[in-house]
């Protein structure tokens, strides 16, 4: 029996998500621009830190994000004018501005505006290809500040291995840099990089 493609299975799906968003340029990320509307967006990595030597070609990402619409947590209108992606990468800029051992001018990043329905599959498409250290290993990148409402949580595995973000100051601190760098290194062993 003759096995017949489909395009429209998860699998074949997320492949052709995976290979559109491919297509896209890569950009600077000290040079956000002007880009708008909600959508998908990857970070690359290309420094001296030895630890994330595997992905310094610039092919795979060192995470993978989204950006939502304004509106989209609330269950209002969509705003699909609104700068989320912009927004998003200008809040990772700062991050990396704030640490002691990253720079900006090490990473680029890959934005794909997209409809609002298929975000959350894109972005999980991009995690599953890629396998990004700071989504799969080194949790904390993403999070936002909580303000006084949680002052007292652990500071992420990201946090430790790059301190300097002053709004972890208060967070307590459980995970030494030590910890944080054998967990990466133990990552690329078990993808086999």
């Known amino acids: 029996m003759t096995r017949l493609w489909d395009p429209l299975t998860y699998e074949n799906l997320m492949a052709g998500t995976v290979a559109h968003f491919e297509e896209q340029t890569q950009h600077p990320l000290s040079d956000i621009g002007s880009i708008w509307g909600p959508g998908i967006y990857a970070l690359y990595y290309c420094g001296e830190m030895n630890v994330y030597e595997p992905i310094c070609d610039g092919a795979s990402p060192i995470y993978v994000g989204k950006a939502v619409p304004k509106g989209s947590r609330t269950g209002t209108e969509l705003d699909l ?14 991050s990396v501005e704030q640490v002691d051992n ?7 990043f890959r934005v794909l505006a997209i409809v609002p329905v298929w975000i959350v599959f894109a972005e999980q498409a991009l995690i599953k290809r890629y396998r ?40 307590t601190q459980l995970k030494t840099i030590a910890e944080a760098k054998k967990r990466v290194l133990d990552y690329w062993k078990e993808l086999g990089a």
């Open 81 to 94: 004018d609104h700068p989320a992606l912009r927004n998003r990468l200008r809040e990772h800029a700062r």
């Open 102 to 108: 990253l720079e900006l001018e090490d990473f680029t």
């Open 132 to 171: 990004p250290v700071w989504n799969s290993c080194l949790d904390g990148f993403g999070k936002h500040h909580q303000g006084g409402r949680r002052s007292k949580t652990v500071r992420s595995w990201w946090d430790t291995l790059h301190p300097g973000r002053p709004w972890t100051a208060d967070e």
